[in-house]
């Protein structure tokens, strides 16, 4: 009866230890939701972004947009407006003194 105690909670360590695997991925974390419009404050503060296509694990298209900390789910027209606010930033330059 013990060694099947201890088999059976072999097990369990086992499935949680492949569930929770950050390269077997089986439990996606999938936008449910998006924002049609979010601030351009917010956009020039994102620092990484990611696309969900409706056509793997998730059932909607979304960009991920990611700023410090929090994940927000937008609409794809989002990704436009990101895109040309990036274009249009340039970032400031130092000049030099020259003597």
Do not use: W, Y
């Not at 960009?63 to 609409?75: G, P």
């Not at 990101?82 to 020259?98: D, S, V």
Request: charged content about 30%; aromatic content about 2%; proline content about 3%.
């Amino acid at each position: 009866m013990e060694l099947k105690a201890t088999s059976v909670l072999l097990l369990v360590c086992v499935t949680i230890i492949i569930l929770t695997s950050a390269e077997v991925d089986a439990i996606p974390s999938c936008c449910l939701t998006v924002s049609k419009k979010i601030p351009k404050r917010m956009l020039q503060s994102v620092s990484k972004v990611k696309i969900q296509n409706k056509s793997g694990r998730c059932d909607i298209d979304a960009v991920v947009l990611f700023i410090k900390k929090k994940r927000i789910c937008a609409d794809l027209e989002v990704l436009r407006s990101l895109k040309k606010l990036k274009k249009n930033h340039k970032p400031k330059q130092t000049q030099a003194k020259t003597e």
